[in-house]
């Protein structure tokens, strides 16, 4: 019974935590009376058993939501029943606890003095909460909330607890940003009741699998699209939970890509983050609108304009304005400081989310390091981390060392202080112009080779397309202008306007 045996010295250690935390004399934030009711209701009616598993789920002693440990113990024994899908009633359930050794360890009750009935131990415990707790399967749900409410009261004391303990250590290694960091963190772990242990039960995952499968994929792909055609059909979109790094020479379209794929997101109705520690705001819109409009982005900047374009451009942005697009251009920022505002957004939007960093070796690290290499890990790697926890897709652009070249098709290893950039990321594109023309007449529309060097469980390889570097936008090679912009009007409510096309045949 090593399992068991673990999960009982578990709920003792936590006891006992718990009375540390509180021996200030403070009473913790508890609820025994909605336990004992829920675990009645629940040795009675399938249906507050399966409400209950649904709205608590498959708990570890760590994270049990009763604050009493017998009641943790019972629970735990219906839903070793469950996994089993074996009956739930008062005797599958004493025998499961004496399988666990832990049916001594059973206490319900109350003292008499608080105008209880006494404490009942044991078997007797179990009799009790079908016949003298207040049982009732009609207040089910109200019992559970109010469970879920103290465990998340008793959770932020404890976070805060910590917080405060390691803020007054100050022989720690930690800085004051980190602990603030990972506060913030478990904190919002509390506010949204996520396990904050490692392993858990596959049974939610099994659902959601289940879940997918049986959605219909829009377009054919999980991800978002990219706007070229064979490339999606290659990637399957950029994924969601996973970082996606976008590497090129500097100057080569990289920022242009990630608003493209910005603005297919934002078509399809979700919403879009991107921390630019290069460019302007002002500058990232511009080639949004340039997109948009078919309108050369310098003559947008130079406000080169026709009495009509003004007209259509002010119009353009009216609409455009009604994007959910959120910008920070602040410049110096650390991965705290993105973990931070990307949350105070992503807590305001409805849909799944778009994260782009623009671009990775601009973002600083905390603390010192021992190489610039490592610093540039770590910050990836915490980036990841950042992605996978708030299940957004991401674009994270990236530089090729100084010693990468157009003339050669580009490998991992010109990935600029790339330390371990290659093995954390599920998927790398390469931006490679095998054919590029310094002149800046020709070079209005460049073919380029979108190279997925790499794609964790699907294929790899390139895909030909054009850059129509004026106006910011990537297409599928040879094609028009015109046949992607109605190719776009069928999927959102701010139409693209016509504007001059330039094709190679133009040169």
Not at 110 to 123: E, K, L, T
Not at 257 to 279: C, K, N, P, Y
Not at 468 to 495: I, N, P, W, Y
Request: hydrophobic residues 40%; aromatic residues 6%.
């Amino acid at each position: 019974m090593p399992e068991k045996y673990d999960t009982l010295k578990r709920l003792r250690e936590i006891d006992e935590r718990r009375q540390r935390l509180y021996s200030g004399g403070l009473v913790p934030p508890q609820a025994v009376d909605a336990e004992e009711a829920l675990l009645g209701a629940m040795l009675i009616d399938k249906g507050s058993q399966n409400r209950a598993f649904s709205m608590i789920g498959p708990r570890t002693s760590d994270d049990s939501p009763f604050y009493r440990e017998g009641n943790s113990l019972i629970y735990f024994a219906m839903l070793s029943l469950a996994d089993r899908q074996e009956g739930i009633d008062l005797l599958t359930v004493k025998n499961e606890l004496l399988r666990m050794n832990a049916l001594d360890k059973v206490r319900c009750g109350s003292h008499p003095a608080d105008g209880g009935h006494g404490y009942f131990d044991g078997v007797d415990a179990l009799v009790y909460l079908t016949t003298h707790s207040l049982v009732t399967t009609v207040n089910v749900e109200s019992y559970i909330r109010t469970i879920l409410d103290k465990h998340m009261r008793r959770k932020i004391i404890e976070i805060s607890e910590r917080g405060k303990l390691a803020a007054y250590d100050n022989a720690g290694e930690l800085l004051g940003a980190d602990i603030a960091d990972w506060q913030m963190n478990d904190l919002m772990d509390a506010v949204t009741d996520r396990e904050q242990t490692g392993a858990k039960h596959a049974r939610a995952a099994w659902d959601e699998l289940w879940k997918e499968i049986q959605t219909p994929a829009p377009d054919g792909m999980r991800g978002i699209p990219t706007g070229i055609f064979a490339f999606d059909d290659m990637m399957g979109g950029i994924r969601f939970g996973e970082e996606t790094v976008v590497a090129a020479l500097t100057s080569r379209g990289k920022t242009a890509f990630a608003t493209q794929v910005a603005r297919e997101h934002m078509d399809r109705g979700g919403w879009v983050f991107v921390t630019s520690l290069e460019t302007k705001a002002t500058k990232l819109l511009l080639r949004i609108l340039a997109a948009e409009m078919g309108i050369e982005n310098r003559a947008l900047e130079r406000g080169d304009l026709s009495t009509q374009e003004f007209v259509d451009v002010k119009q353009a942005i009216q609409r455009l304005k009604g994007l959910p697009l959120y910008i920070d251009d602040s410049g110096s920022r650390t991965p705290f400081d993105i973990r931070t505002e990307l949350r105070r957004v992503a807590s305001k939007q409805k849909g799944q989310g778009l994260v782009i960093f623009d671009y990775l070796q601009l973002i600083g690290g905390v603390g010192k390091f021992e190489s610039r290499e490592r610093e540039v890990t770590t910050v990836n790697r915490q980036l990841r981390a950042m992605v996978k926890d708030f299940d957004v897709a991401n674009l994270t652009l990236s530089q090729f060392n100084r010693g990468a070249k157009d003339d050669r098709e580009p490998s991992m290893s010109d990935l600029r202080e790339s330390g371990a950039i290659e093995q954390d990321a599920r998927s790398i594109i390469f931006l490679h112009y095998p054919y590029r023309n310094e002149d800046p007449v020709v070079r209005r529309v460049e073919p380029v080779a979108l190279i997925l060097a790499k794609n964790d469980g699907g294929q790899v390889g390139k895909v030909e397309c054009d850059f129509h570097k004026h106006l910011c936008r990537f297409t599928e090679h040879g094609s028009t202008l015109d046949s992607v912009a109605m190719r776009r009007q069928g999927l959102t409510s701010v139409q693209p306007i016509a504007g001059p096309e330039v094709t190679e045949d133009a040169f």
